[in-house]
């Protein structure tokens, strides 16, 4: 499996949630979460794609930590969802559209990127990304 793979599978949740963000968990090349927002099915300005995800994976496993996992986003974590990543300690964020990309489309972002919160924190997460950048982009059109 490749990068493009999970995306594809990030690009197709996003389809189904309130805005165009997806969220996919992936560990040893296997797909154990998948989320979309619900931040307006829910009421919850936390229900992004990348937060539904981590609470669906923890609450499975009954474990907070996702060392070794990977997650896939069509958009940048935004600093909470970053954070989120940081607290449950991904190993791993792989994103298509940058949060530089989403405001050049009009989407209302906080400026400050994943790598930056991550540079903050106590944790090394590797980030990937612009993975199918274009296509998650056209969620937004």
């Known amino acids: 499996m490749n990068p493009e ?11 189904k949630g309130d805005a165009p963000y997806g969220a996919v968990i992936v560990k040893d090349n296997e797909v154990v979460a998948v989320a979309h927002n619900t931040v307006n ?15 669906s994976l923890t609450a499975k496993l009954k474990n ?21 990543c940081v607290w449950s300690g991904l190993s791993e964020i792989v994103y298509g559209a940058s949060i530089e990309d989403l405001i050049s489309v009009n ?25 199918l950048k274009n296509e998650c982009l056209d969620l937004f059109k």
């Open 107 to 131: 989407q209302s972002q906080i400026n400050i990127s994943c790598e930056e919160v991550i540079a903050k924190s106590f944790r090394n997460i590797k980030v990937t990304k612009a993975i």
């Open 64 to 84: 907070l930590s996702l060392e070794g996992y990977s997650i896939y986003t069509t958009g940048e974590p935004c600093p909470m969802c970053a954070t989120a």
């Open 5 to 15: 793979y999970f995306m594809r599978l990030a690009l197709a949740e996003a389809k």
């Open 41 to 55: 099915r829910d009421n919850d300005p936390s229900a992004h794609a990348e937060i539904n995800a981590i609470r």
